[in-house]
């Protein structure tokens, strides 16, 4: 079955450590989004990809690294540097009719 | 700036009540507009999508959604919930301004009483 998969489901950070979080896709869409989560919030675009090699920053970019270096792979970075990381993170890429496919989301706590 | 607000966020209704999710945004131009819902423990899915034509739109488990173009407004409703639509629905709006952008609602957490 096509989807996104995202790892890990849950992971713990000590402060100042860089953890990274995986998203996958099998869908063949070209453009891939991480959002964060938060109760109360809803969702929030931290970084988008449109195509390989290339990404953008959202809303709330600082503190977050990205790459985009093949096509089905899109991870996230929360770095050191992001104050607030304890949240759910969302994976997603767009469909051709502007609709998203998520992933089921890595919720990581900083310990 | 553009931005899209959930009226409730949290609501609570008993086994074959209707339901009613306001969804309100703030832009002048073309809009996609989307529901989304995300039952417990599992990931979000697209629950109906309004792109152009009729304003009723009708997707997944008997939900429909009106868009109101005058009021700004895409409610999603459905008749007679069941205990198994508790949930947190989410409202997401596209517009196109120098690129796509989707601004998500908050999220209205739905607790059905059996």
């Known amino acids: 079955d096509g989807g996104i998969t995202q790892s890990p489901k849950y992971l713990f950070r000590k402060e100042g450590q860089n953890v990274t979080l995986s998203c996958e896709q099998n869908?063949?869409?070209?453009?891939m989004y991480w959002y964060r989560q938060d109760p109360g919030q809803g969702l929030r675009l931290i970084y988008y990809?449109?195509?390989?090699?290339?990404?953008q920053k959202g809303d709330i970019a600082e503190g977050y690294s990205v790459s985009r270096e093949k096509k089905e792979s899109f991870p996230l970075t929360v770095t050191s540097a992001q104050k607030n990381p304890t949240a759910f993170y969302l994976c997603?890429?767009?469909?051709?009719?502007?609709?998203?496919?998520f992933g089921s989301g890595t919720r990581l706590t900083v310990v | 700036a553009q931005s899209v607000s959930q009226h409730n966020h949290h609501v609570i209704l008993s086994e074959a009540a209707s339901l009613e999710l306001g969804c309100n945004y703030s832009?002048?131009?073309?809009?996609?507009l989307f529901w989304y819902v995300q039952y417990p423990g599992q990931h979000l899915q697209l629950l109906l999508k309004?792109?152009?034509?009729?304003?009723l739109v009708k997707g997944i488990k008997g939900f429909e959604a009106e868009f109101i173009k005058s009021k700004f407004s895409f409610n999603l409703r459905k008749p007679s919930v069941q205990w198994s639509d508790t949930a947190e629905y989410f409202c997401?709006?596209?517009?196109?301004?120098?690129?796509?952008?989707?601004?998500f609602g908050a999220g209205t957490r739905l607790f059905v009483k059996a």
């Open positions: 869908l063949n869409h070209d453009a």
């Open positions: 990809s449109q195509i390989v090699n290339d990404f």
């Open positions: 997603a890429s767009m469909t051709g009719d502007y609709g998203y496919t």
């Open positions: 309004y792109f152009s034509g009729d304003p």
């Open positions: 832009y002048g131009g073309t809009v996609n």
């Open positions: 997401a709006v596209t517009t196109n301004t120098g690129g796509f952008k989707t601004i």
